[in-house]
C-alpha cells in the first residue's frame, strides 16, 4: 500500500507557472511511471510477516492534470505462501491536490485496494487520505472506510516523512509511522487505541543519468495492533521513473 506526495508537487509546479509562450503551449496532462525491485515488502512497517520477504518487483502509472487532479496504479508482487503463488497487490487511487503558497500544499483522495488471487476478497476495500506538505516535510492520514482482513473501519495510519538533500546527489530520508487503532470490528483483540508503528531512515541516490536510483532503508520495527514488537530491518532497493 503505497502513496506519496509526488502528484502534489507537480499541481504545485503546474500552478506555480504564471505565463506560456505562443509557440510552445504547455499540456495540462502529464503521465509517469515508476518500476522497482524491494529486497522485501514490509506494509507499514509489519517486518515479523512482511508481505514479501524475497525480492519484491513493484510499478505504478500516475496521471496529473494541471487543476490538481490526479489518478494512478500502483501494485507489487506478494509472498503469501504456496497458496496463493501468484498473489499480486493492485492500489487504484485518485484525488485533488494543490498549493497554498510556495511552502505549502495539500492532497486529498481515496484508494482501492485489489488483492489478486489470494482467495478471498476480504482484503479488498477504500481508503481515503489527506495529506499536507510543508517544503519537504509531508503528513498523511489515511483512513479504512471498512472491516478488510487487514484493518478495522476507522484504522488511521499517520506517517510523517522527511527528506534532506545531502552532498554528491545523495539523500537522507526518513518517516514515523503511526497507528489509531478502532477496537471495534472484524479484527478483535486490539491492545491499544493508538501505537508507534515504525520509524525509517535511510539514503538514496540517483545512478548517473541512468534514471535509476539505489536505496537503503533501515527500519526502527514498533508495535502492530495486539502489541506484539516487530523487528528492525534493512530493506536495499533499486528504482526508475520515467
Excluded: C
Amino acid at each position: 500500500m503505497k502513496f506519496t506526495l509526488k502528484a502534489l508537487a507537480v499541481a504545485a509546479v503546474a500552478s506555480a507557472s504564471s505565463f506560456t509562450f505562443a509557440d510552445e503551449p504547455t499540456s495540462p496532462h502529464s503521465v509517469s511511471g515508476n518500476i522497482g525491485v524491494l529486497s522485501s515488502y514490509n506494509l507499514r512497517g509489519i517486518t515479523n510477516t512482511p508481505e514479501n520477504k524475497d525480492a519484491t518487483i513493484n510499478g505504478g502509472l500516475d496521471y496529473n492534470h494541471a487543476s490538481g487532479f490526479y489518478a494512478g496504479w500502483w501494485g507489487s508482487t506478494l509472498d503469501y505462501g504456496d497458496d496463493f503463488p501468484n498473489a499480486f497487490e493492485n492500489d487504484f487511487y485518485a484525488g485533488y491536490s494543490g498549493s497554498i503558497n510556495d511552502d505549502w500544499g495539500y492532497t486529498a483522495g481515496i484508494t482501492y485496494y485489489y488483492y489478486y488471487d489470494i482467495g478471498n476478497s476480504g482484503s479488498n476495500g477504500f481508503e481515503t487520505m489527506l495529506g499536507l506538505t510543508y517544503k519537504d516535510l509531508g503528513i498523511t492520514a489515511q483512513t479504512l472506510l471498512e472491516d478488510l482482513d487487514w484493518g478495522n473501519a476507522g484504522d488511521t495510519y499517520l506517517k510523517a516523512s522527511y527528506s534532506y538533500a545531502l552532498p554528491k546527489d545523495f539523500s537522507l530520508d526518513t518517516a514515523l509511522g503511526l497507528y489509531i487503532y478502532e477496537k471495534d470490528g472484524d479484527i478483535e483483540g486490539t491492545e491499544d487505541s493508538f501505537g508507534f508503528r515504525h520509524f525509517d531512515i535511510g539514503l538514496s541516490k540517483p545512478l548517473a543519468d541512468t534514471g535509476v536510483t539505489a536505496s537503503m532503508n533501515y527500519i526502527f520495527g514498533g508495535y502492530n495492533r495486539f502489541d506484539e514488537k516487530q523487528k528492525n530491518k534493512v530493506v536495499l532497493g533499486l528504482g526508475y521513473s520515467f
